[in-house]
């Protein structure tokens, strides 16, 4: 058989490797000459750590939909957060800016400014449709997360019992589907879509199907399941692999690694290592890896560059496009982190670090410094003398101190100009190495009051507040737990500490008012509302004070207190319609329903043209008064609305259940009651179900359930 010659087979190779070129080529100009065609999806899953993915090499669990959008796409293996917390992280990776530049610090008593700009804004205008729909009320709407977006969805069906605990969220299967809704009206094209899912966000209580894992895991998997979803309706309507697809998590979790179970407190990697994985347009580079470190802050000029659009010269991060197009590494950056939350929770000293390609340093009152390389878990701190720390036993050349001194530096500079990280304060302050037990029983104590077992919630938090008197949220927490079940004696304890501690904040008077409401010790609760209202200095504060000195007024039967007190109320915010609402009531309390049904209907229709937050009792009100005017169909209306919004208001699911039994529909007014009692899980709740289905004739479910009530409360 006759060979080629090998001058013409070099011509057909290098033919064929000049086509290949020329078609990488091609293509990296397309990218280049052309915006995106299709959808931008960025899909943030809430404390979800890469090392508990198959894409980053766990094998504990399965995850299809994420491992095809991996196979699809880019991995990035070295992607960090700047914030062990949902607010924060996601004010960082939708601005572009890092925490101590959008002033969003912590989950809590901090909102985006009303001038940032945000991803969402950015590409609307490019001409995107942009829809947001999220899964948590740590971004809510009032938070401001939700600036720029078109659509932006975050209605949650709340648990009371959750609210308590600080835990309201939804499934994340519903929160899909309304993503799925929007894609549909907007066509899909140009459009950008932030769908963020609460799994694995604790209280972990993932569906029966995933009990083969452990809860952490099994969350994991029902996300999956839940991304699966809006990938099958992608390719159902021809748009996956026109879509460029973001996976991401704001942070991690702790799950115990460093004592620390859930997130916030510390920075080592369980927290703030973050799964990034980028499927693009067409699915280029389909299942490269990228271990370069990169960032959060870096989504925002990646996104940018990849529609073509300006970057703003105030963003702190760097476009990943070269790393998407296989290009040369960047040079090594340091990236910054930050907790506040035990600072802000606890009064203990908050923690900065910086993470490079080999090294973290961590900022603290007592710092360290882990080689990442040799030791991932950070189990030995280079700044603690010990035989471990011996550079004879290191086997590099390694400088510890060399190290820590460029990673302190680098901090600076990042931090230089801006709010510091860390006040010097802080140096006095307890460091959380020492402290995080008693952030762990405390979230236990959490966990008791959301599972509605409170007398061992407020046991747990009396002996916490016995050993550590100065720690504000344990005072918080236990005065919320024992109003709760009614121990309004031991919530008015709780809350004079709390004013002792922060005399100059209003939580803590209003608190104290709403318990001496409790006790009909309404004198001394107008004078504790007063305070509130004398201390209070931001808007919602000042309405929330002077809205109790109205229902204080109204319990006390003084017309004209309540009355100037609404005045007072719409003067500090116009969008409250507390005048006529007072009026309806004071109607109401005499007994003249129909002269008082046209002014709460009035005051719902003020409340809706001005936009206003919903107020509690309004629809109530006025469904309790058209049930008296023998309006049914009306008032289960009003009912459920106010349930919409305020599920926890017994009021409102009991006039529910008595509507419902006196038109003739006994199931549905049984499960009323019956969620009531699951949800609230709190004396007035039984009560109230007790004296109903007494009412109703069913002696034994009532008796029963008050026998239940005995035994739950019983201390």
């Known amino acids: 058989m006759s060979h080629p010659p090998f001058r013409y087979t070099l011509i057909l190779v290098s033919v064929g490797l000049s086509t290949a070129l020329a078609a990488v080529g091609g293509w990296r100009y397309a990218r280049a000459s052309a915006p995106l065609a299709g959808p931008i999806i960025v899909i943030s899953i809430d404390s979800l750590r890469p090392d508990h993915l198959p894409a980053y090499g766990y094998r504990k669990v399965e995850t299809p939909a994420i491992d095809e959008l991996a196979n699809s796409g880019v991995v990035f293996e070295r992607a960090f957060a700047h914030a062990p917390q949902t607010l924060p992280s996601h004010a960082a990776l939708l601005s572009g800016r890092l925490p101590f530049e959008t002033g969003v610090r912590d989950d809590t008593g901090g909102s985006v400014r009303p001038g940032e700009r945000l991803l969402a804004q950015m590409l609307r205008e490019r001409g995107y449709a942009t829809g947001g729909v999220v899964s948590s009320s740590l971004l809510r709407q009032e938070t401001g997360i939700g600036q720029g977006f078109d659509f932006f969805d975050a209605e949650m069906p709340v648990d009371p019992s959750a609210r308590a605990a600080g835990r309201v969220q939804r499934d994340g299967a519903h929160s899909e589907q309304i993503a799925e809704q929007w894609l549909e009206t907007v066509g899909g094209s140009r459009a950008f879509l932030l769908l963020h899912l609460n799994e694995p966000h604790k209280p972990y209580a993932p569906p029966d199907r995933f009990s083969q894992y452990s809860p952490y895991d099994g969350e994991i998997a029902y996300a999956d399941e839940i991304v699966g979803r809006l990938v099958r309706y992608l390719k159902t309507h021809q748009l996956y ?45 389909a299942g490269a890896r990228v271990s370069d470190v990169v960032q959060l802050i870096d989504l925002v000029p990646t996104i940018l560059d990849l529609v073509q659009a300006p970057t703003p010269g105030s963003l702190r991060g760097r476009s990943l496009e070269p790393l998407l197009d296989g290009g040369s590494r960047r040079p ?16 203990w000293s908050e923690l900065a670090s910086v993470t490079d390609g080999r090294y973290r340093y961590i900022r603290a009152p007592r710092e360290e410094l882990y080689d990442l390389e040799r030791d991932p878990n950070e189990r030995d701190n280079l700044l603690v003398p010990g035989p471990q720390e011996n550079l004879s036993n290191l086997g590099n050349p390694a400088n510890p101190e060399r190290a820590v001194q460029a990673l302190a530096e680098a901090l600076d500079r990042l931090t230089s100009g801006t709010a510091p990280a860390v006040p010097t304060s802080s140096a006095s302050l307890p460091d959380p190495k020492d402290t995080y037990q008693i952030l762990e029983a405390y979230r236990s104590a959490v966990e008791l009051a959301s599972a509605g077992e409170w007398s061992k919630a407020i046991g747990l938090l009396q002996r916490i507040v016995r050993e550590h008197p100065e720690l504000v949220e344990a005072w918080n927490q236990l005065a919320r737990s024992a109003y709760r079940i009614d121990r309004y004696d031991v919530a008015l304890g709780a809350y004079k500490h709390l004013i002792a501690l922060r005399p100059s904040e209003p939580a803590g008077y209003i608190g104290a008012a709403e318990a001496l409401v409790k006790l009909k010790r309404l004198e001394d609760a107008r004078a504790e509302a007063a305070r509130a209202a004398d201390v209070a200095t931001d808007r919602a504060a000042r309405v929330s004070a002077h809205e109790l000195l109205v229902r204080i007024a109204l319990a006390r039967r003084d017309a004209e207190a309540a009355r100037a007190g609404a005045g007072r109320v719409h003067d500090i915010d116009p969008s409250v319609p507390m005048p006529t609402y007072v009026d309806a009531r ?16 009035q005051a719902i229709a003020e409340l809706k043209k001005a936009g206003g937050l919903p107020m509690a009792d309004l629809h109530y009100y006025a469904a309790d008064t058209l049930e008296r005017a023998a309006r049914p169909q009306e008032a289960e209306v009003w009912f459920l609305e106010e349930l919409r919004y305020f599920p926890g208001n017994t009021r409102a699911r009991g006039g529910l259940a008595s509507l419902y039994h006196a038109t003739g529909r006994p199931d549905e ?44 409360f019983s201390y």
């Open 669 to 712: 007014a049984d499960k009323i009651l019956s969620e009531m009692i699951e949800t609230r899980k709190d004396p007035e709740s039984y009560s109230l179900a007790a004296r109903l289905w007494q009412s109703f004739g069913k002696i034994r479910q009532a008796a029963a359930i008050r026998a239940e009530a005995r035994k739950i």
């Open 241 to 285: 692999d026109r879509s460029t697809i973001v996976l991401l998590s704001d942070h991690g979790e702790g799950l115990g690694d460093h004592g620390e179970q859930e997130h916030g407190l510390f920075l080592y990697d369980e927290t703030i290592r973050v799964p990034l994985i980028i499927k693009q347009e067409g699915n280029a580079r």
């Open 332 to 347: 090594g950056q340091a990236v910054y982190s930050e907790a506040l939350y035990g600072r802000y929770l606890f009064g």
């Open 586 to 601: 004071l109607l109401y309390d005499q007994g003249h329903y129909a002269d008082a049904l046209p002014l709460f209907e």
